[in-house]
T-cell receptor
């Protein structure tokens, strides 16, 4: 158990809908990362937040957005869902001491199925 | 931009035999390197990491990896495989100098263990 929690574990929805994925980082970690794992794209970095502020952005679609709240939990919002958004979405967290390197610890993931 | 290549998509190994998983990276400087394992239905668990110093790194579950700068490689090894090692293994690289801390993953190698 990494200490990172994600809810829900599974999500089934229809095209055009909007969903919210939730992540609670390990106790003490200030940074949260979101990754998408799909069969055709593999594991891809989406976005990183550090202490409530966006820190880095990857291949995140404009239909997707994220935020990190004062209690450091994070939410990933996916809207206007398409079949191709079906994937496993991972959250990771790290301490981010400001001294690289930093180790990321991953949650169990949320499996999103868009029908 | 950094990239990671895992040339072997699938590897089948007999229980008790040795295992080596290949990882090659492309990056302008010395990166930070990681190996993660994903068991079926599970999240990603960190096996080991290389930041600097001794190029032979020991990890959990009896795994080790060797960083070879001249070959831009970071291969993972285990002397004697157990049935519980059947999983998918991901090599990842993080930039040594950049804002943020995003991981770039290889495509993964799925390991099947024969009894």
């Amino acid at each position: 158990d990494s200490g990172v929690t994600q809810t829900p574990k599974h999500l089934i929805t229809a095209t055009g809908q909007r969903v919210t994925l939730r992540c609670s980082p390990r106790s003490g970690d200030l940074s949260v990362y979101w990754y998408q794992q799909s069969l055709d794209q593999g594991l891809q970095f989406l976005i990183q937040y550090y202490n409530g502020e966006e820190r880095a952005k990857g291949n995140i679609l404009e239909r997707f957005s994220a935020q990190q709240f004062p209690d450091l939990h994070s939410e990933l919002n996916l809207s206007s869902l398409e079949l191709g958004d079906s994937a496993l979405y991972f959250c990771a967290s790290s301490l981010m001491t400001g001294r690289l390197p930093d180790t990321q610890y991953f949650g169990p993931g949320t499996r999103l199925t868009v029908l | 931009a950094q990239s990671v290549t895992q040339p072997d998509i699938h590897i089948t190994v007999s229980e008790g035999a040795s295992l080596e998983l290949r990882c090659n990276y492309s990056y302008g400087a010395t990166p930070y390197l990681f190996w993660y394992v994903q068991s079926p239905g599970q999240g990603l668990q960190l096996l080991l990491k290389y930041f600097s110093g001794d190029t032979l790194v020991q990890g959990i579950k009896g795994f080790e990896a060797e960083f070879k700068r001249s070959q831009s490689s970071f291969n993972l090894r285990k002397p004697s495989v157990h049935w519980s090692d059947a999983a998918e293994y991901f090599c990842a690289v993080a930039p040594s100098k950049a804002a943020g801390n995003k991981l770039t993953f290889g495509g993964g190698t799925r390991v099947l263990v024969k009894p």
